[in-house]
């Protein structure tokens, strides 16, 4: 069977998978969240020794958007043709993420977050340095889709730092003792709603550099060095 169908036939199982959690979403999970209530079930541990049909279904419901997207681009690059090498490296790291993404992994440090959030703004400035130092270089609609590119970054920038304080110091998401005593819900609720627009916008941006973007030696830069 050929790669391209190949691809179309890993996507539309990628789909069906996002199709499941959102119907699953919009439709049962109301009675799917109280029957995992009574099943009084909190880790990958208590899950897989109360496999029941309501726990089970949950299971793939909770599995079943982050499936669905890592099939959706194993379909592209199938699709696209790409190397064995890099559909294997693909493959297998999104095997270990799946693997990985709901064990428990470190306890509530304000330090850790600190930190990583603190590296996620600094690549943000490397990121817009080396869009100052290239744009002046492209032209068209390379220049064009860069500047697109860079307003999706500024919006998700902007949702990661509106993260850090519904998480942290500003309404204390990960400390509900702390946001109900102070009555920091509806800030969290404003910054949430914020978040959401951001991300929008930026998943927005980036859809239009993409789209923007010239193929092939229209992308190169006019003055090569």
Not at 36 to 51: K, P, Y
Not at 85 to 113: D, H, I, Q
Request: hydrophobic share 55%; charged share 10%.
């Amino acid at each position: 069977m050929p790669r391209r169908r190949i691809g179309i036939s890993v996507g539309l199982v990628g789909v069906s998978f996002l199709v499941f959690y959102l119907v699953v979403r919009l439709v049962f999970m109301a009675q799917l969240d109280t029957a995992v209530e009574q099943a009084n079930v909190h880790s990958v541990g208590e899950v897989l020794a109360n496999l029941s049909p309501a726990v089970v279904v949950w299971l793939l419901w909770a599995y079943s958007f982050r499936a669905g997207m890592l099939l959706a681009i194993i379909a592209g690059g199938l699709y696209s043709g790409m190397g064995k090498v890099g559909l294997s490296l693909l493959c297998a790291g999104g095997a270990a993420y799946l693997a990985t993404c709901y064990l428990p992994f470190v306890e509530y440090s304000p330090r850790y977050y600190g930190v990583l959030g603190t590296g996620i703004l600094v690549l943000f400035l490397f990121v817009v340095w080396d869009w100052a130092r290239r744009r002046s270089g492209l032209g068209g609609s390379a220049r064009i889709a860069s500047d697109f590119r860079m307003a999706g970054h500024f919006f998700l920038v902007m949702a990661t730092w509106s993260l850090c304080g519904i998480f942290g110091i500003a309404t204390y998401a990960l400390q509900p003792e702390i946001m109900l005593a102070r009555g920091l819900q509806p800030a969290a609720v404003m910054l949430t709603s914020h978040v959401m627009v951001e991300l929008t916008l930026g998943w927005f941006f980036l859809f239009f550099a993409s789209r923007k973007e010239p193929l092939g030696a229209a992308a190169v830069m006019r003055n090569t060095p």
